[in-house]
């Protein structure tokens, strides 16, 4: 059974709408991350959470806002879509934020933005 | 700047052939580095991880990888694959700097096993 569940699998948007791509882990698991992948592009970080909290932001453009209700989720919203925000979103987590923990990855978001 | 170097977009090899994926990177501090494999529709899944030490580190099902540092390469290696190994492999750094958790990625290889 997957330990981190990324919900929709896909996801299909008009430019210009919201989105919130969920994840949720079950690992007990401290620290949560979300990465982008994009076409030709390589795997980038976005956004870490350890105890629900913001701990690093690597994203521009504040259309992207993480929210976490309980220490086991990390939804991420995106507003305002563009075509350019296509890409798998990938969730991530470890035990905590120190360099020396494994990530471990959920299967991603697709998300197509027309 | 930090960057993590694939250089073989793609590379095709028949089962039970043995493998190198290359991986070079460039980064001045302190760093660990790793290893992933994505198979088609799948997350990443952890292969290996190395911070110091021996230098020839063991993973799963049978991949290995060897840091250089006069290199600045951790390629991983394979004696003998199975189709099953076909797959993305991405290898990835992580400074170890702060308390931030954070893995720079390579483009990644596409490892086709042929039968």
């Known amino acids: 059974d997957p330990k981190i569940i990324q919900k929709p699998k896909y996801l299909v948007a008009v430019t210009g709408s919201e989105k919130i791509l969920i994840c949720e882990q079950y690992?007990?698991?401290?620290?949560m991350y979300w990465y982008r992948q994009s076409a030709k592009k390589p795997l980038e970080f976005m956004f870490s959470?350890?105890?629900?909290?913001?701990?690093d932001n690597q994203t521009a453009s504040s259309r992207f806002q993480p929210q976490s209700s309980k220490k086991n989720h990390l939804d991420l919203q995106i507003t305002a879509l563009k075509p350019d925000d296509s890409a798998t979103y990938f969730c991530?987590?470890?035990?905590?934020?120190?360099?020396?923990?494994?990530?471990?990855f959920g299967a991603g978001t697709r998300l197509s933005v027309l | 700047t930090q960057t993590v170097s694939q250089s073989d977009a793609h590379v095709t090899v028949f089962e039970g052939d043995s493998v190198e994926l290359r991986c070079n990177y460039s980064?001045?501090?302190?760093?660990?580095l790793s290893w992933y494999i994505q198979h088609h529709g799948r997350g990443l899944q952890f292969l290996l991880k190395?911070?110091?030490?021996?230098?020839v580190v063991q993973g799963v099902n049978g991949f290995e990888a060897e840091f250089s540092k006069s290199d600045s390469s951790f390629h991983l290696r394979k004696a003998s694959v199975h189709w099953s190994d076909s797959a993305v492999y991405f290898c990835?750094?992580?400074?170890?700097?702060?308390?931030?958790?954070?893995?720079?990625f390579g483009l990644g290889t596409t490892l086709q096993v042929q039968p």
């Open positions: 190395y911070y110091s030490g021996n230098p």
């Open positions: 690992l007990g698991h401290n620290a």
């Open positions: 980064y001045g501090g302190s760093i660990y």
């Open positions: 991530a987590s470890s035990q905590d934020t120190g360099s020396q923990n494994t990530l471990y």
């Open positions: 959470y350890s105890y629900q909290k913001l701990m």
């Open positions: 990835a750094v992580s400074p170890i700097t702060g308390n931030t958790r954070k893995l720079i």
